[in-house]
């Protein structure tokens, strides 16, 4: 169950795809580092990191570029540009991801899905499934990731650390960046699976100076004035190449040009982009300084930006003319400035036009939004300090974000706007509700309702505006109390939004027959409920709603399954299923709903077996969620399942967690399966519950005891290392005891350490 909004029609990436994971174009004058590309080949083996490290302008992207378009199968390698912004775990890997599926779709399918599948966790279910599906290649892919010093999350480091703590022999792994970067690198240098190219491989030779120098400036210079350069410079590519722009500019006063260059001046890149700058023309000058805002752009967008409507064709002339433009596709469609160069820009931009820039944000900010790029969008609404535009950008577009699975980023939008902001516009209280309803944070959901409702009492607030947000905070306290397993507060909140969208039609994507038709379905009125589910799957699938399409199918599959209605139930559960795997659903929670109905389908016939992998994928998707009542279904439907394959202790476990789970509901409605009144045979002389723990818990216990390490029971169990090692702290406290030898006496002593895992599925324990 979740708010039936906007269809969950995902974006692949929301950003600039094209232009993210394109391998840098080589200039045509570009030198042949053949020597160094050849070192490069010789260490970047399949299995293993190689770190390229060095400062701004060293050749870096370059080299490596040089290396990937040499090799035999450059189609097999994923290049991801890394800018500030793609600073957030879900951003990081979506880039990432789409690039992989560029290489092979269906290879990388699992762990694509649930990257944006609400609910998912990057670093306990997207990590372990991409680990596992790059493991199975056939043959080897390469991952370039390009500046990934702008990284500096933690969330962000513990996913790559994830991922090379467990570095398939599939995958060869370069990492460009300026820095060291926050990773595991010790643990792989020591085990051999770590390379280094620094700035002793990248720096120019004397030859190779000499050679740059001539081909910049067309000018065969002499031995001492290469050998000057060359040593004020260090090899340093960019510092030569400033110098070449400046010899160019003085080519009859060679010696004058050197003599200023000459010492250990560690601002000389400053200094003479400075002097690039100052003898731009100014059309030229305006538009560079003007751009510079941007972290990647288009002609289109340039124009847009600097209000330079000839903007495609100064782009082309600084292209022309080696003015630190970097092309990030071969049809010359985005671009980028060097590093150095951009700097650079935005002083000169702070310096000449301050007052200007928060205008250039705003067109930015418009120019995205109406190209359907809003995280770019919002990025630059809070940059232009318009907060009047960026609060009109966060609350239209953080509730759609969100709902493709970038809560975090909408979550960061909402703290760079700061609380009293959010508090005192309806629109963002409610758009702040809706994302906590997508994060499952039932108290945050609960207040920022609270709020929406006093914002909408401020003077200037709009009648349509207060009550779109009525609407929206009806729909909010519903999810809430589904969540937490209040089915008359819910029944409550359902009649309510009902009685609102009577007035005037609700907001896209609010759907009230789905709202009451899931309130009446757990109030028992099963009637009732098929009749309103019915209604919404059609207005679902008239609107393009596959997420609530796919849900009300699958209750009402699970009304049919429990009336018997084996054909009816099968029909509705293929329907749903056929919506599921539309953008990416089929990972969403709300399809545990047909898994379970078929689950019961299975259990009808007699095909326990197969009932209990059901039941266990729809206890896999609903423990993504805070469904209280809906979990404790599942598990008790696992237990009774279990009980009928002779998995005693495991049917037991799955009772009490589901007995405990009901506990904790207000007011849990009708159960089709309630774990209060179901009981299980008893066939062994031991109690009822012989072990405090929950069903993963125990099946941790089990692997502990048949000698596996935390790594390999995370393996097993498609676990993150830090989750098993959680799990084995609380399993400590409840059973007593400090050390994992101990663990492993209770184990045996408790009849725990027989089993062979070989045939788990995740969230089933066996016996």
């Known amino acids: 169950m979740s708010e039936?909004?906007?269809?969950?029609?995902?974006?692949p990436v929301p950003g600039l795809l094209h232009s993210k994971l394109c391998v840098p174009p080589l200039r045509p004058a570009a030198l042949d580092r053949r020597a160094v590309v050849e070192q490069l080949d010789s260490v970047a083996a399949p299995g293993r990191l190689v770190l390229v490290v060095a400062g701004a302008g060293w050749g870096k992207s370059t080299l490596v570029a040089s290396w990937v378009r040499q090799k035999p199968d450059p189609d097999r390698c994923v290049w991801f540009s890394v800018d500030p912004g793609d600073d957030d775990v879900t951003c990081f890997w979506a880039y990432l991801l789409a690039g992989l599926a560029s290489v092979d779709a269906a290879a990388f399918a699992t762990s694509t899905r649930l990257l944006t599948t609400l609910g998912t966790s990057v670093l306990d279910d997207v990590l372990p499934a991409l680990i596992n599906e790059l493991s199975a290649l056939d043959e080897p892919v390469t991952v370039v990731i390009d500046d990934y010093h702008f990284i500096t999350t933690d969330d962000v480091h513990r996913s790559m650390s994830l991922l090379l703590g467990h570095l398939p022999e599939t995958l060869r792994l370069v990492l460009i960046s300026r820095t060291i970067p926050a990773l595991p690198t010790v643990r792989l240098r020591g085990q051999g699976r770590l390379a280094e190219i620094t700035i002793d491989q990248l720096r120019l030779s004397g030859r190779e100076a000499a050679e740059l120098l001539e081909r910049e400036t067309g000018t065969d210079?002499?031995?001492s004035h290469v050998a000057r350069l060359h040593d004020t410079t260090e090899g340093w590519a960019t510092g030569l190449h400033l110098a070449?722009?400046?010899?160019?500019a003085h080519a009859d006063h060679p010696d004058l040009v050197i003599g200023r260059l000459t010492g250990n001046d560690r601002r000389i890149g400053e200094y003479l982009m400075s002097e690039v700058l100052t003898r731009l023309p100014h059309d030229l000058r305006t538009l560079a300084r003007r751009s510079s805002i941007l972290q990647r752009f288009s002609p289109a967008l340039c124009a847009a930006v600097t209000g330079q409507p000839d903007a495609a064709q100064l782009l082309t002339r600084m292209e022309r003319d080696q003015l630190f433009l970097v092309p990030l596709d071969n049809q010359g469609d985005w671009y980028r400035f060097h590093?150095?160069?951009?700097?650079?820009?935005?002083?000169?931009?702070?310096?000449?036009?301050?007052?200007?820039?928060p205008d250039l944000h705003r067109r930015a900010a418009t120019w995205f939004a109406a190209h359907d790029l809003p995280v770019e969008a919002v990025h630059h609404g809070l940059a232009s300090r318009d907060t009047m535009l960026a609060a009109d950008l966060v609350a239209t577009h953080g509730p759609v974000v969100s709902h493709r699975g970038y809560v975090d980023t909408a979550l960061g939008w909402f703290q760079a706007l700061g609380e009293d902001v959010c508090r005192a516009d309806p629109r963002l209280c409610v758009a702040r509700a809706v994302v906590a309803v997508h994060a499952c944070r039932i108290t945050e959901m609960v207040r920022w309702a609270d709020l929406a409702e006093d914002a909408i009492q401020r003077p200037g607030v709009t009648t349509a505006t207060a009550h779109e947000v009525r609407v929206q905070v009806a729909l909010t306290r519903?999810?809430?109390?589904?969540?937490?397993?209040?089915?008359?507060?819910?029944?409550?909140?359902?009649?309510?939004?009902?009685?609102?969208?009577?007035?005037t039609p609700p907001p896209l994507g609010v759907n009230p027959p789905a709202v009451l038709g899931l309130s009446q379905y757990r109030a028992g009125d099963l009637r009732a409920a098929q009749h309103n589910l019915a209604r919404a799957a059609a207005l679902a699938v008239e609107h393009g709603d596959d997420l609530t399409a796919m849900l009300t199918l699958g209750v009402q599959a699970m009304i049919a399954a429990r009336d018997g209605a084996t054909f009816e139930a099968e029909r509705l559960a293929v329907d749903a299923e056929a919506r599921s795997h539309r953008h990416n659903l089929s990972?969403?929670?709300d399809a545990f709903y047909l898994h379970t109905a078929r689950g019961w389908l299975s259990w009808q016939e007699g095909k326990y077996r197969h009932a209990r992998g059901l039941f266990g994928r729809a206890l896999e998707l609903a423990r993504r969620s805070p469904l209280r009542v809906e979990t404790a279904e599942i598990l008790t439907a696992l237990a009774v399942t279990e009980q009928k394959l002779h998995h005693h202790r495991s049917a037991r476990a799955h009772l009490g967690e589901a007995r405990r789970m009901i506990e904790q509901c207000p007011d849990p409605g009708e159960l089709f399966l309630d774990p209060r009144t179901v009981l299980l045979a008893c066939t062994h002389p031991r109690p009822a519950t012989p072990l405090p723990l929950s069903g993963r818990e125990t099946e941790v216990l089990e692997a502990v005891a048949q000698g596996l390490t935390s790594g390999e029971i995370g393996a097993r169990l498609h676990l993150s290392r830090r989750t098993i090692e959680a799990h084995l702290g609380s399993i400590y406290r409840k059973i007593g005891v400090t050390t994992r030898a101990a663990a492993i006496r209770y184990a045996f002593q408790h009849d725990l350490a027989g089993e062979s895992g070989s045939d788990r599925n995740i969230g089933v324990s066996q016996d």
């Open 221 to 223: 210079w002499k031995g």
């Open 339 to 357: 590093h150095l160069f951009a700097d650079v820009l935005r002083r000169d931009l702070d310096r000449a036009e301050a007052d200007v820039v």
């Open 244 to 248: 070449a722009l400046s010899l160019r």
């Open 478 to 503: 519903w999810a809430s109390a589904s969540f937490a397993g209040d089915s008359t507060a819910a029944r409550r909140h359902a009649e309510q939004l009902l009685t609102l969208a009577a007035v």
């Open 4 to 11: 039936p909004g906007e269809g969950a029609k995902k974006a």
């Open 587 to 589: 990972e969403h929670f």
